[in-house]
């Protein structure tokens, strides 16, 4: 997954919301500042960094991954969760959304050399503009600020759909599991029937 980082990335992920601010000084004090294309710019700018694939399997194992889900990869990387969601956990789909080019043509490449090509796919695009719906399980390895960020997409998801977070929390939102592998500390939350006051 590109689902991506490193430990620099709390010090980045901490900083955004001091820079962004000063970003669009430059625009005049009347004018908004257009948030999508700072987040979509943000997001490319991530370096790509893969999970580890015992921290993949975890993170599927954790999720109960099964052949009924639709499984959604948020920056999918080089696409290792989608694949072995679909190799070895046998899932119905899988999907990987990616804003690099280039890691989506070695995704694709990837699944065509797993002979997976038929429930596999992957989309060049960014994940604030993706439409989650017919998820069941969404993974993902992001930005501490980015995943604050997608949390009122990912709420607005049906009741009982799994997300699970590789390294970074989301805030306000308490996960309904933690579990630590290799170091690493992955989460697990099941979207609820009714979202909480404070998360609204």
Known sequence: MSHKKTANFLALGLGLSLWSPLVFISRGATEPAPVQPLIA???KD?????????VVDAMLKLAKVSQ??????????????????????????????EIDPNLVAESRAN??????????????GNI???DFG????????LLPDINIRLRPQLL????????????????????????EIEGRTIYLWIVPETIPPNLR
């Open 41 to 43: 710019q943000l997001e």
């Open 46 to 54: 991530v370096p790509y960094v893969p999970t580890p694939q015992s």
């Open 68 to 97: 009924n889900d639709v499984l959604m990869d948020l920056g999918s990387g080089d696409g290792r969760i989608v694949i072995t969601a679909a190799q070895t956990f046998k899932v119905k789909r899988a999907i990987g959304i």
């Open 111 to 124: 699944a065509e050399k797993a002979g997976l090509t038929d429930r596999v796919q992957f989309v060049e």
């Open 128 to 130: 604030f503009t993706t």
């Open 134 to 141: 017919e998820a069941t399980v969404i993974t993902m390895y």
């Open 156 to 179: 607005r998801l049906r009741p009982g759909t799994r997300i699970v977070s590789h390294a970074f929390d989301m805030g306000a939102w308490k996960p309904d599991q933690v579990q």
